[in-house]
């Protein structure tokens, strides 16, 4: 690993190399800034684990209208942001698929909820069509018979998030953003000022903008003053990978989710024969442990929606952690600590929110102003204003 000069100083120090991190850097970098990220394994982190649904209508609930726009926003902007990192990547490509997502019922709760949720679409002039069972078999006939309906959504489409990770680690480089192997122990902070931080080689570097987007572990960063960021809490996820066999392709065209059992379910089907199976949610703490009892669940509620899946290959298990907010939306923009901005705390969505995150971030980053689309979800607005 190649040790930074003494003294050194960058205009912009991102904390943290996930996808998050990486996407800001990039367009800084594409701005003209001079950018260091520090982080062990730069692409490493939940993209490695999470499914790359790109779901801004499928994923929505009620109350998160703000969230729907800022995912719809960078939905629309995914198919540009994939092929121009493709090129800026030296053409490695990010699985970026246009599919549409299928969301069914399998019993007649279920469709109630998805009736209402489908009213509550069209209510906000979203496109999601209604199906009846027999459509939503017809779309994908290894559906259960059972399916008592559902909704198609052509505009919710996926990613992988592994090769979206891969890319950006070298359009970064490419770009001229320094990517720097090692962990940020402690942020630096003179007269109320952050300026730059602490590394685990023993060295110091200074910036005049840090961007603090370490996932659910930016709370706990040393030397961050108290209350300038909510915790973040881990919420753990486990995932399966199988694979299709050439003889069972196309196993599914598009993506499927369901509730099942009152759980979030969701299969995801690649061009490479890859099968996608999440995700857990768990209130576990930090902790990765892939369990017999979350592998157990995931494959027996996926039988349930798709009963073929029993013939397939199980090739790969997988934890990852999701960073949660207390309200589950983003903090995008500068702090309550001046010099620090946060990209941090994207919950579910940070694979479908990385292209419109490095643009609002790099924006201010760039200019000092926050973009309209950003404001709802400043990091100061869990501040208590006193009365």
């Given at each position: 690993m190649t040790r930074l000069p003494p003294g050194a100083h960058t205009e912009v120090l991102v904390i943290g190399g996930g996808i998050v991190g990486l996407a800001v850097a990039w367009r800084a970098a594409q701005r003209g800034l001079r950018v260091l990220v520090v982080d062990p394994r730069p692409g490493g982190g939940a993209a490695q684990v999470a499914a790359g649904m790109l779901a801004p209508v499928t994923e929505l609930q009620y109350g998160e209208e703000p969230?729907?726009?800022?995912?719809?926003?960078s939905n629309e902007r995914y198919a540009a942001f994939a092929a121009e990192l493709t090129e800026a990547a030296g053409g490695r490509d990010t699985g970026y698929r246009r599919c549409g997502t299928i969301a069914v019922a399998l019993?007649?709760?279920?469709?109630?909820e998805l009736r209402e949720l489908h009213a509550f679409h069209q209510r906000l002039g979203l496109d999601s069509q209604w199906l009846t069972g027999r459509e939503a078999r017809r779309l994908e006939p290894m559906l259960a018979p059972g399916v008592r309906g559902g909704l198609h959504v052509t505009d919710d489409?996926?990613?992988?998030?592994?090769?979206?990770?891969?890319?950006?680690?070298?359009?970064?480089?490419?770009?001229g953003a320094v990517l720097h192997r090692t962990e940020a122990t402690g942020l630096l902070v003179e007269h109320d000022r952050a300026t730059g931080a602490r590394l685990a080689t023993g060295e110091s570097v200074t910036a005049d903008r840090v961007v603090l987007a370490a996932g659910s572990r930016s709370h706990l960063l040393p030397g961050l003053p108290p209350g300038v960021l909510p915790a973040i809490r881990p919420v753990k996820g486990q995932v399966l990978r199988l694979r299709v066999p050439e003889a069972y392709r196309p196993f599914l065209s598009r993506n499927v989710r369901a509730v099942v059992r009152g759980g979030h379910l969701y299969l995801v089907p690649r061009e490479n024969g890859e099968l996608v199976i999440g995700a857990t949610t768990e209130e576990q703490g930090y902790d990765t442990t892939v369990t017999a009892g979350g592998v157990y669940e995931l494959l027996r509620d996926a039988h349930e929606l798709v009963p073929g899946i029993t013939e397939l290959p199980l090739v790969e298990t997988g934890a990852?952690?999701?960073?949660g907010s207390p309200d589950n939306a983003p903090l995008l923009g500068p702090t309550a600590l001046p010099g620090l901005v946060a990209a941090t705390g994207h919950y579910r969505n940070g694979v479908l929110l990385t292209p419109v995150t490095g643009d609002l971030v790099a924006e201010y980053l760039a200019t000092g102003t926050l973009p309209e689309l950003a404001r709802p979800f400043s990091p100061t607005r869990f501040t208590k204003v006193p009365a």
């Open positions: 969230l729907l726009r800022l995912g719809m926003a019993d007649s709760d279920d469709r109630e489409h996926q990613v992988d998030g592994r090769r979206l990770a891969a890319a950006l680690v070298h359009a970064c480089e490419r770009a990852g952690l999701r960073p």
